[in-house]
T-cell receptor, first 110, second 113 residues
Framework: QQQVKQSPQSLIVQKGGISIINCAYE??????FPWYQQFPGKGPALLIA?????SEKKEGRFTISFNKSAKQFSLHIMDSQPGDSATYFC?????????FGQGTELSVKP | NAGVMQNPRHLVRRRGQEARLRCSPM?????VYWYRQLPEEGLKFMVY????????ESGMPKERFSAEFPKEGPSILRIQQVVRGDSAAYFC???????????FGSGTRLTVV
């Protein structure tokens, strides 16, 4: 019940395309859903986050879509750029601690 | 405003030695979290601390691992009698409250030889 399942494991997108990463959860007590971006050798950096009372949040080229009834949320990266190539993690918070998905390695081809 | 500072960045220990990993949270952050990341894997929660208190240690191995966050000074993750399987990147994060997002440090990469 503490798991967050993330897919796909890896994703290749052409420059200018849309990257979509999906996550699903079971625990209805989760109250906060962030996405993190991690480059090799670096720590994860917060990209965008959403609370369960909101269905969508957009910041620049990054959008989170949240479906509370389906217990799913997704990250959309519009106009994907080679500089977006990184590993992306979804997460969900339960009583202060974040539970992370397994990660998606995104590669944006020029 | 400095971010979350972790040191050392790289640590090499022989099997059986002790490893001490330090984390100084961002200024004004009193909540600290430790995560472990194995190659090609996600971030696994280890422990959540507030000043002088362990809030949740459900992800900590029962033996050899301990963590503290004293009133003064950095948070310390201590691994006694290290084994090869402890080799990983250890990340610390901090937040001002339990209801806000985390900021991660750059991690300590532990290699056990």
């Amino acid at each position: 019940q503490q798991q967050v399942k993330q897919s796909p494991q890896s994703l290749i997108v052409q420059k200018g395309g849309i990257s979509i990463i999906n996550c699903a959860y079971e625990n209805t007590a989760f109250d906060y859903f962030p996405w993190y971006q991690q480059f090799p050798g670096k720590g994860p950096a917060l990209l965008i986050a959403i609370r369960p009372d909101v269905s969508e949040k957009k910041e620049g080229r990054f959008t989170i879509s949240f479906n509370k009834s389906a217990k799913q949320f997704s990250l959309h990266i519009m106009d994907s750029q080679p500089g977006d190539s990184a590993t992306y993690f979804c997460a969900a918070r339960d009583r202060g601690k974040l539970i992370f998905g397994q990660g998606t390695e995104l590669s944006v081809k020029p | 405003n400095a971010g979350v500072m972790q040191n050392p960045r790289h640590l090499v220990r022989r099997r059986g030695q002790e490893a001490r990993l330090r984390c100084s949270p961002m200024k004004g952050h009193s909540h600290v979290y430790w995560y472990r990341q194995l190659p090609e894997e996600g971030l696994k929660f280890m422990v959540y601390l507030q000043k002088e208190n362990i809030i949740d240690e459900s992800g900590m191995p029962k033996e050899r691992f301990s963590a503290e966050f004293p009133k003064e000074g950095p948070s310390i993750l201590r691994i006694q009698q290290v084994v090869r399987g402890d080799s990983a990147a250890y990340f610390c994060a901090s937040s001002p409250t339990a209801f806000e997002g985390y900021t991660f440090g750059s991690g300590t990469r532990l290699t056990v030889v």
